[in-house]
């Protein structure tokens, strides 16, 4: 089946420092999303891409759509403690059931003050 | 509330037991999805409703799975004879058809 590949795992940075994260598959997207999620809620969209090489801002967050659909990366500038989270990124393609996401494993983004 | 609602927070059980999970959507969401979240993973696929009909079941691991929407609104998940690989959170999601997703904060299922 599909999968995501997500990169780092867990980053643990000093406040103001920018920070950036990636995700690539084997597979094409048609959307591509990147989802943040604190402990003990549910994810919530951030950033979604739909056209290929697209380039999205939300705040200080910016994620661009790969060329190939096959890959997005997050970054995240000037980070701040309640940049806190687990940051999940997402594809979905036309051939899957209604809004079905793939989902990558997750980058931990840990700001120390 | 505004948002999608989901009960219990957190169940503890023995394993082998029965156990329903509780989803009620955003009102006038059409989709509902239940996806599972294991500890350090991104949640996982199990299975799409669109209005009352399971569109797409094709997530759920095995029979011991099951979820209905008989009124098109509040979901169940229900799961048979729990095992502990069945612990995770579980997470419904509810959207307008082709639009964004929304979570609730999961139901955590803990299999002892």
């Known amino acids: 089946g599909q999968q995501l590949n997500q990169s780092p795992q867990s980053m643990f940075i000093q406040e103001g420092e920018d920070v950036s994260m990636n995700c690539t598959s084997s597979s094409i997207f048609n959307t591509w999303l990147w989802y943040k999620q604190e402990p003990g809620e549910g994810p919530v969209l951030w950033i979604a891409?739909?056209?290929?090489?697209e380039l999205t801002s939300n705040g200080r967050l910016t994620a661009q759509f790969g060329i190939t659909r096959k890959d997005s990366f997050l970054n995240i500038s000037a980070s701040i403690p309640s940049d806190v989270g687990i940051y999940f990124c997402a594809g979905h393609t036309f051939n899957n059931a209604g809004n079905m996401l793939t989902f990558g494993g997750g980058t931990r983004l840990m700001v120390k003050p | 509330g505004a948002g999608v609602s989901q009960t219990p927070s957190n169940k503890v059980t023995e394993k082998g037991k029965y156990v329903e999970l509780r989803c009620d959507p955003i009102?006038?969401?059409?989709?509902l999805y239940w996806y599972r979240q294991s500890l350090g993973q991104g949640p996982e696929f199990l299975i799409y409703f669109q209005g009352t009909g399971a569109a797409d079941d094709s997530g759920l691991p095995n029979d011991r799975f099951f979820a209905v929407r008989p009124e098109g609104s509040v979901s169940t998940l229900k799961i048979q004879r729990t095992e502990r690989g069945d612990s995770a959170v579980y997470l419904c999601?509810?959207?307008?058809?082709?639009?964004?997703?929304?979570f609730g904060e999961g139901s955590r299922l803990t299999v002892l």
């Open positions: 891409l739909y056209k290929a090489g």
């Open positions: 009102s006038g969401h059409t989709a």
């Open positions: 999601a509810s959207s307008e058809e082709g639009t964004e997703l929304f």
